[in-house]
């Protein structure tokens, strides 16, 4: 060994058996990792820099060995395929409740949806209050088999209910909005049943096919913004711009609401007029009913499914809603939301800048005193600024990069704290919301990395305990669902409550207040997601023959659904961040306290927010078990 040291050629030798025998332990600790994490645990953010977790080493292959230990290569939002090694649990029951251990008394980490099929243990962990079993699933806590859960993969439940929502679309479903009262039947309705469920139904027939044209046509829509795999835009790409996938503009009415296409098969589980698995929605009926409860005009459906029918059932369409119910199309407006967006920083576009939230407004040009109105501006376009302003008879003027000015009463501004926080001085992840402004920013320490536009609440700063204001103060999202359903004062059975929990909600309850009266205490000031949370003007069809059912006055009156509101996260009891697929007034106060964002900003923001959602679950507490939920600010 001696001789080896004599010269350099022996030393870099000798450096790159090191460099070899540092590789080889690498990759061991990989393996290790991979054994020990479990199936999801030590995924990376996609989003993380490029050389996080590589070795500062003149071996070629560590940075590589690094990537694969810290899980690199799976992308934020996709549906990662379970390990095919281990045993699978499939979720029978529309929503199935998470446990810490196996006991229904134990702490709730979350819910996982029907069809979702998870890894889980070889054996039961035990029976107590569950006959058929609790077990372990990926990434922890525990599931009871029996009505919630089975171990049969080849359920027919699980088979209708799909592949569940799809993560990497600013929306997880399709969308449509009730235009009158319709019946979400059980099972493929005939002719003579339909017109017994259904007011003046010819009448409404021979009114749609004659304005079907008008009526069912769409926009482009949230799902037409080409994105990346964090959630975010692609850069150069056009609206409606989506490579060999069809945009909306191009899509028939099938797959508008749910379909694979235009012709569709009726589903097995519906075949000879029959249901083949039972109702999971939260509306019990006998199993002779031919429907399960009604939707009133204005409520939000989220579709999974639609196929046509033929004569025996007046040759309607029928969309699948997601808790496997159907709604004949033909009282349905589809539905695609807001395309607005907002943008990543970087070096080239950074903090501040200012967002255009008038219409009509124009740049300004200043000389002495007088401000002098110039050239309009694009309603909602980004404006880079210097860090200068100006004030005028009251008015603050903003200079841009380019030397114009713009008024304050025409834009929000999206600009860096005069003081950091804590959390940033930590280099931890972030949300800063400003009310006056209605503009979010997204930060990694004191670097920020996304900014849009917001709707607050519709008070703006007054008091959150009377009014319709946001709360402001220092928060950490306390929960997370990819979807969960709100009424149309934003309330949700999922976190209107003082101790916000992902509990498990039933597929209709979130429509109604609480029966703990949190939410009737609220209803007043502020529940959760819109208030006037209509679909736009062009969505209501005439009133002719879609008549408002006499029959159909039932509890809850005054309120409608807004299913399967996506990506919210809960910060406060009965406050969250998500997204409003129902109206496109980001940049103005509208809500009932939460703060919507468009559909494509919500989906962003959830995949960037710490902790992530399993692969397969619906919706997570954070906390020590499922990790920390990321700190949001919000102020005046």
């Avoid at 607050?456 to 007054?462: D, E, F, M, S």
């Avoid at 703060?595 to 927010?609: E, K």
Wanted: hydrophobic share 35%.
């Amino acid at each position: 060994m001696g001789g080896l040291l004599s010269s350099g050629k022996p030393r870099r030798a000798l450096r790159s058996m090191r460099a070899a025998r540092r590789v080889l332990r690498l990759a061991r600790l990989a393996a290790l990792s991979a054994a020990a994490c479990g199936a999801w645990a030590c995924q990376k953010p996609a989003d993380a820099p490029a050389d996080a977790g590589a070795v500062a080493d003149d071996a070629g292959g560590a940075a590589t060995v690094a990537a694969l230990a810290t899980g690199a290569a799976q992308p934020v939002g996709a549906a990662a395929e379970p390990p095919s090694d281990k045993p699978l649990l499939g979720v029978t029951a529309f929503v199935a409740t998470v446990y810490k251990e196996p006991r229904d008394t134990s702490k709730k980490l979350g819910y996982l949806r029907v069809g979702s099929k998870v890894p889980r243990s070889a054996e039961p962990a035990g029976t107590a209050g569950c006959p058929g079993g609790w077990y372990a699933i990926e990434p922890r806590g525990f599931l009871c088999v029996g009505e919630d859960a089975t171990l049969d993969l080849d359920d027919p439940i699980l088979k209708a209910a799909g592949p569940g929502p799809n993560l990497r679309t600013a929306l997880p479903y399709r969308y449509g909005f009730v235009r009158a009262v319709l019946p979400l039947y059980l099972r493929v309705p005939t002719a003579e049943e339909q017109r017994k469920s259904e007011f003046k139904l010819d009448e409404h027939l021979a009114w749609f096919e004659e304005n079907k044209a008008t009526v069912q046509r769409v926009i482009l829509g949230a799902n037409d913004v080409p994105l990346d795999e964090r959630g975010a835009p692609l850069p150069g790409k056009q609206l409606g711009e989506l490579g060999l996938a069809k945009n909306s503009l191009e899509l028939g009415e099938g797959a508008l609401l749910g379909g694979e296409g235009e012709n569709d098969p009726i589903p097995f589980w519906l075949e000879g007029g029959k249901r083949l698995i039972r109702n999971i929605s939260d509306f019990k009926v006998p199993e002779y009913a031919v429907f399960a409860d009604r939707a009133r005009r204005f409520t939000g459906l989220s579709l999974i499914g639609s196929f046509p029918t033929g004569p025996e059932s007046l040759n309607r369409r029928f969309a699948i809603t997601t808790d496997l119910r159907l709604a004949p199309a033909t009282k349905i407006k589809p539905d695609t939301g807001s395309p607005w967006h907002g943008v990543e920083l970087n070096d080239q576009l950074t903090l501040p800048l200012a967002f255009v939230r008038a219409r009509g407004a124009r740049d300004v040009q200043i000389q002495g005193d007088k401000a002098t109105p110039g050239k309009e501006l694009p309603f909602r376009d980004v404006v880079p600024l210097s860090g200068r302003m100006r004030r005028i008879e009251g008015v603050k003027y903003y200079r841009t990069k380019d030397q114009r000015y713009v008024s304050q009463l025409d834009v929000g501004l999206a600009v860096a704290p005069s003081a950091w926080p804590e959390v940033a001085e930590k280099g931890e992840k972030w949300i800063e919301v400003s009310i006056q402004h209605q503009t979010l920013v997204l930060w990694e320490g004191k670097r920020p990395v996304y900014a849009t536009l917001v709707s607050t609440g519709q008070a703006g700063v007054a008091d959150p305990k009377t009014t319709t204001a946001t709360v402001r103060g220092i928060f950490r999202i306390r929960n997370k669902h990819i979807t969960a359903t709100m009424d149309s004062n934003e309330s949700s059975s999922v976190g209107g409550r003082a101790e916000t929990t992902a509990d498990a909600p039933s597929a209709s309850r979130g429509a109604k207040p609480d029966k703990g009266g949190s939410s009737k205490d609220r209803a007043a000031k502020k529940p959760g997601a819109s208030a006037a949370a209509k679909p736009e003007a062009g969505a209501k069809a005439p009133r002719k023959g879609d008549g408002e059912y006499g029959v159909t006055r039932r509890r809850g009156e005054g309120t409608y659904a807004l299913k399967d509101v996506p990506y919210i996260q809960y910060f406060a009891s009965g406050y969250a961040l998500h997204a409003a697929y129902w109206h496109d007034v980001f940049g103005t106060p509208r809500s009932h306290g939460c703060i919507n964002m468009s559909p494509i900003d919500a989906h962003r923001v959830f995949l960037w927010t710490e902790p992530r959602v399993p692969p397969g679950w619906h919706a997570i507490n954070t906390g020590e078990e499922m990790g920390e939920g990321t700190t949001i600010i919000i102020h005046e």
